[in-house]
Structure formats: structure tokens, C-alpha cells
């Protein structure tokens, strides 16, 4: 079997992975995990199926409800 110049294996390894950082954002449609609102977002998306980014409001929303404190329980009960 012959191995074509071009394939990555017989490339550089550092070669193969500045290809991959030149690499363009695109809009890519996304589904919120929260609400299930399609939307799209701009970035770099190499995976398989539809990516699951939240929605502007629903990111806002769990950012400040990641930052309350809560209440613990004492570990001697």
C-alpha cells in the first residue's frame, strides 16, 4: 500500500499541529443544555454531533448562580 506525500502521517508532527492552529472559527449551531434553544456560536468545532454551548441569557444566568455561596453543613452532625 503506498502512502500518499500529502497524508499527515508522513508529515512533521509540529507541521500537522500549526495547520490545525491556523484553523478558522466558524458559526457553528449549537443546542443550550439549559433551555435547548438553537443558536450559533463562533468557534473552532472538531467534534462529532451538535455541540451543547449555552445561550447568552441562560450563560449569564449560571455564571451568577455559580458564584453564591452556599450554605454547608458542619462535618460533626
Known sequence: MQTNKNSFHS????MVLAKIHKADKVAVKC???????????KFLWTGRG????YCL???????????????SMPSNV
Open 31 to 41: 443546542i443550550c443544555p439549559k433551555c435547548g434553544s438553537v443558536h450559533k456560536m
Open 50 to 53: 451538535t455541540p451543547r454551548k
Open 11 to 14: 508529515e512533521d508532527p509540529e
Open 57 to 71: 441569557l441562560c450563560k449569564n444566568f449560571v455564571s451568577v448562580v455559580e458564584a453564591v455561596d452556599y450554605h
